[in-house]
T-cell receptor, first 113, second 110 residues
């Protein structure tokens, strides 16, 4: 069965712009989590959605937001981009509820210039 | 706070050598996973192992939950094993958030 799909794979944006990243989880998975990876900070949790509800949010400014649709697909949005937002953004899906094993997508590499 | 400590931070091996990577964690866990990050950035699942021992080919992992550590063994290393290995744990609940260690950078030379 298909894995976690993230689009786009690469993105270059200018400071001040906004960006939307997409994640399609494994079929049947209802939980989607987002992580930011940078060389300095490592892998940091952004937020988690389960059945269209945000269950958990990391320590990121309000410029970072997300949502989940009824088909479990998720999007995250970053507004007013800053140079420091350049990172690899990873999405993970899990069945949720009592089964928490996470499976990751290939990531979206965002470069802000 | 929730801690995940991985050691060593860097490991350099000759092809064919064996290695052990360690992950120490605080508190009980519902989920503990090992990942290998490939050169393109994707986290590849190696093991889901909140307790016990599992083996998959040349790789095996053991988690001793009562002593709060997990070990990843790589036998007969190959150059394709190079990359960063991450250990990640949950909060001990059904929430999906994972806490990651800083990783072990493994380099295998031919």
């Amino acid at each position: 069965k298909a894995g976690v799909t993230q689009t786009p794979r690469y993105l270059i944006k200018t400071r001040g712009q906004q960006v939307t990243l997409s994640c399609s989880p494994i079929s049947g998975h209802r939980s989607v989590s987002w992580y930011q990876q940078t060389p300095g900070q490592g892998l940091q949790f952004l937020f988690e959605y389960f059945s269209e509800t945000q269950r958990n949010k990391g320590n990121f400014p309000g410029r970072f937001s997300g949502r989940q649709f009824s088909n479990s697909r998720s999007e995250m949005n970053v507004s007013t981009l800053e140079l420091g937002d350049s990172a690899l953004y990873l999405c993970a899906s899990s069945k949720g509820e009592w089964e928490t094993e996470a499976f990751f997508g290939q990531g979206t590499r965002l470069t802000v210039v | 706070g929730i801690q995940v400590e991985q050691s060593p931070p860097d490991l350099i091996l000759q092809e064919g050598a064996n290695s052990t990577l360690r992950c120490n964690f605080s508190d009980s866990v519902n989920n503990l996973q090992w990942f290998h990050q490939n050169p393109w950035g994707q986290l590849i699942n190696l093991f889901y192992i909140p307790s016990g021992t599992k083996q998959n080919g040349r790789l095996s992992a053991t988690t001793v939950a009562t002593e709060r550590y997990s070990l990843l063994y790589i036998s007969s290393s190959q150059t394709t094993d190079s990359g960063v290995y991450f250990c990640a744990r949950d909060r001990g609940s059904t929430l999906g958030r994972l806490y990651f260690g800083r990783g072990t950078q493994l380099t295998v030379w031919p």
